[in-house]
């Protein structure tokens, strides 16, 4: 049976948000310079992304991708290396491109921890997660199916995997998730592009 205090969780939400803010920001900074160098404006790229109670919001990431690389996962693509700006491969390795989804964070319409908010075109992947009650969440930067395997995961893997965390959520696990997202990420784990 899980059990998660939401104000703790708010709470650390907030603080590692604000932390990660303060820490990554001249990486963050460096980044923005280079794809404002390499493809101009917009140096954000605003997704839309489908959030707790399965409402779409607007997701923020550092723009990776050419203007006009289809809106759906990038797994799904043919090649996604011929969408990528160029120099962007070892930002979306590092997942530096998620930095300003802090700021989604703090605004309330993400966690740090829960499933990856899904694509608003991604119908089996929300149908999924709305029979097994995982809608109830607030999407996270990072989760359960993250560490678990990331891209290499099919649709049902990921939707048991954050089936898992909705049963099993405590204040741990979510420390445990953060831990391991950082090793993963250093070690470019479960990364296909």
């Avoid at 460096?30 to 493809?39: F, S």
């Avoid at 405590?170 to 391991?180: A, G, K, P, V």
Wanted: positive net charge.
């Amino acid at each position: 049976m899980s059990f998660i205090d939401p104000y703790l969780k708010k709470s650390i939400d907030l603080a590692g948000a604000l932390m990660g803010l303060f820490l990554l920001a001249p990486i963050y900074l460096l980044i923005v310079l280079w794809v404002w160098i390499v493809a101009g404006r917009p140096v954000l790229h605003w997704s839309r992304r489908v959030g707790k109670g399965n409402r779409v919001f607007l997701m923020p990431k550092i723009r990776t991708m050419r203007e006009q690389a289809p809106q759906v996962a990038s797994h799904l693509l043919a090649d996604p290396q011929a969408h990528l700006l160029p120099g962007c491969r070892w930002i979306r390795g590092l997942s530096l491109d998620e930095i300003p989804q802090l700021w989604a964070v703090l605004c309330g319409s993400m966690s740090l921890v829960g499933p990856r908010p899904a694509l608003f075109n991604q119908q089996d992947l929300i149908s999924a997660r709305t029979s097994k009650g995982i809608h109830v969440l607030l999407p996270g930067i990072t989760g359960w199916a993250q560490i678990g395997g990331r891209d290499e995961l099919s649709v049902d893997q990921k939707v048991e995997m954050d089936f898992f965390y909705l049963k099993n959520r405590n204040t741990w696990l979510d420390l445990i998730i953060l831990f391991r997202t950082v090793s993963r990420v250093i070690g470019r784990k479960g990364i296909s592009h």
